[in-house]
């Protein structure tokens, strides 16, 4: 045990559970620092939380599960998000081989327009690599510049880039990529022309949203991203040890 603002090992343990510092005068838990830091919850009840946030509970139900508070459980879920987010954010040039590219649009269902151009909606880019992994990020528009910019920084120049036939994917051939087009208006597929694996993402991300009934705009990163991480952890058998792993980590101060 050293202290977590001075790094001494000059420590004792306080009759209350918490740790002293006899150098700095610092007092501590032991999740202080990390995305666990001011929880009251007992630590058996955080690792059954853990176990209700990968069976993909809503926090209403892990309120029932538990015997917690509504307000505790869903304060715990986004924790949970938070440090997937922290500790999964995007590297550069993480893509290449055969990319496949696709904008959707997520919020409430509405009448009107529906796909591109439809109100109140929040656009979202997607990046998946056949065979590989998905990159998705909120967009505040899906012109040319903005999503020519996140091609160039997540995917390989040379990589084959797969699209359907949106005009802001016209550069993509001048930015360094081979550009293959399907047309949507003719067929879904043709061989290997086609963008089936980012909409395989789309349905499951929207399938899962819809449980939780509009989330606000403000949260919507959070919820977006965590689908990212179970989408592209799918086959790994130990996603309570990471997620552990990541909560009792020392915060990562991301924007």
């Known amino acids: 045990m050293i202290c977590s603002k001075c790094y001494s090992r000059k420590i004792s343990k306080l009759s209350d559970g918490r740790y002293k510092c006899w ?3 610092n007092r501590f838990s032991d999740f202080s620092g990390t995305y666990l830091a001011h929880n009251r919850i007992p630590f058996r009840k955080i690792l059954l939380l853990i176990k209700l946030f990968l069976m993909e509970l809503t926090a209403s139900k892990a309120s029932k599960e538990t015997n917690l508070s509504y307000k505790s ?3 715990f879920f986004n924790k949970c998000r938070r440090a997937i987010y922290d500790h999964n954010l995007p590297k550069q040039v993480q893509f290449k081989g055969e990319i496949e590219l696709d904008e959707a649009y997520f919020g ?3 009448k ?3 796909g591109r151009g439809a109100a109140n909606k929040i656009p979202v880019f997607g990046i998946r690599e056949r065979g590989g992994k998905v990159l ?3 967009v505040v528009n899906v012109e040319e510049e903005t999503l020519a910019k996140l091609t160039r920084n997540h995917v390989r120049k040379g990589s084959k880039a797969y699209t359907d036939k ?3 994917y016209n550069s993509l051939i001048l930015q360094g990529y081979e550009h293959i087009r399907v047309d949507h208006d003719k067929r879904f597929a043709n061989g290997k022309t086609h963008i089936n694996s980012i ?4 349905a499951y991300a929207k399938e ?3 449980k939780y009934h509009g989330i606000s705009p403000q949260k919507f990163l959070f919820y977006l991203k965590e689908l990212e991480w179970r989408f592209n952890c799918q086959k790994n058998p130990d996603l309570f040890g990471i997620l552990a792993k990541y909560l009792t980590s020392l915060v990562r101060l991301s924007t």
Request: charged share 35%; glycine share 4%; with cysteine.
């Open 208 to 210: 899962r949203l819809l």
């Open 73 to 75: 459980c869903l304060n």
């Open 166 to 168: 949106f005009r802001s």
């Open 112 to 114: 009107g327009k529906r």
């Open 199 to 202: 909409e395989s993402f789309w």
């Open 136 to 138: 998705v990020e909120p």
């Open 23 to 25: 150098q700095c005068l």
């Open 108 to 110: 409430e269902k509405r």
